[in-house]
């Protein structure tokens, strides 16, 4: 314990030294850890490479944290942007190729759950739709309720 605190001292002292911030015991925690996540990491993404390559990388990486904090949440942020931008545009170009799909199945009038307003083979007409508008204006004139109609008409169908 005599010795992190010793080294704590002296990091605290070398940075005041050289006119930079003072360097608390959360910050030199924090870029421990990143230390060893970016050496895992590293050895998980290249396990046939060099343990001292990882290792070069992680006290790099510690080292940026505790010297260069500013530009290393710059980078941390940019990269997380990105990541989300990338995302979007993929979620994008998903939706859109599944609205062009669900277009073309209507307009060829194809059976299943994406064919037509009311599925299946059911062709609509003209008239079909000119006799389905006035009934709902009846309706409406009537102040009925559609869900009593059709609930009454579905009984009588279901005796």
């Known amino acids: 314990m005599g010795a992190i605190k010793s080294f704590v001292s002296g990091m605290r002292g070398a940075g005041k030294a050289k006119g930079a911030s003072n360097i608390g015991v959360m910050a030199i925690g924090g870029a421990g850890l990143d230390g060893v996540t970016t050496y895992a990491m590293e050895r998980a993404e290249n396990p046939d490479g060099s343990a001292a390559v990882a290792g070069a990388k992680a006290v790099g990486t510690a080292a940026a944290w505790l010297f260069a ?14 990541a989300l931008g990338g995302m979007a545009l993929d979620e994008a170009e998903r939706n859109r190729k599944q609205r062009n799909e669900i277009v073309t199945h209507v307009r060829e009038g194809r059976s299943g759950e994406m064919g ?12 079909a739709a000119t006799m389905r508008q006035r009934q709902m204006d009846l309706l409406r004139q009537h102040r ?3 869900e009593a109609v059709l609930g009454s008409e579905a009984r009588q169908l279901h005796r």
């Open 69 to 82: 904090e500013p530009l290393m949440w710059g980078i941390t942020l940019g990269e997380g942007a990105a």
């Open 116 to 127: 037509g307003t009311l599925g299946g083979n059911f062709q609509d007409s003209q008239q």
């Open 144 to 146: 009925m309720s559609t």
